[in-house]
Nanobody
Framework: EVQLVESGGGLVQAGGSLRLSCAASGFTFDDYAIGWFRQAPGKEREGVSCISSSDGSTYYADSVKGRFTISSDNAKNTVYLQMNSLKPEDTDVYYC?????????????????WGQGTQVTVSS
């Protein structure tokens, strides 16, 4: 059974940092792409960043470039999202997802498995 479990969310002041983790199990980690998405109530889910576990290629939404960094520890089947210089508009529920076609993309349509999400709240 494929499982994705996010952790690391919380409350932080603007300008602060958080590191999110996505622990994956039930599939061969190297064959997938992993993405981070976020969604606020009543809004569409937004692709934040993604990484190909096979070649390490990464992509970022323009809104987080230069502030967020995605990385992968294949030995631990875990993907991280380091979030620095956080802004109040980064407040959302953050989800990680696995793409079985290993296409590193910010389009949620390619992702087959999703975690339950972790709340990130940035106060001003």
């Amino acid at each position: 059974e494929v499982q994705l479990v996010e952790s690391g969310g919380g409350l932080v002041q603007a300008g602060g940092s958080l590191r999110l983790s996505c622990a994956a199990s039930g599939f061969t980690f190297d064959d997938y792409a992993i993405g981070w998405f976020r969604q606020a109530p009543g809004k569409e889910r937004e692709g934040v960043s993604c990484i190909s576990s096979s070649d390490g290629s990464t992509y970022y939404a323009d809104s987080v470039k230069g502030r967020f960094t995605i990385s992968s520890d294949n030995a631990k089947n875990t993907v991280y999202l380091q979030m620095n210089s956080l802004k109040p508009e980064d407040t959302d529920v953050y989800y990680c997802a696995a793409d079985t076609f290993a296409i590193a993309t910010l389009s949620q349509n390619y992702y087959d498995y999703w975690g339950q999400g972790t709340q990130v709240t940035v106060s001003s």
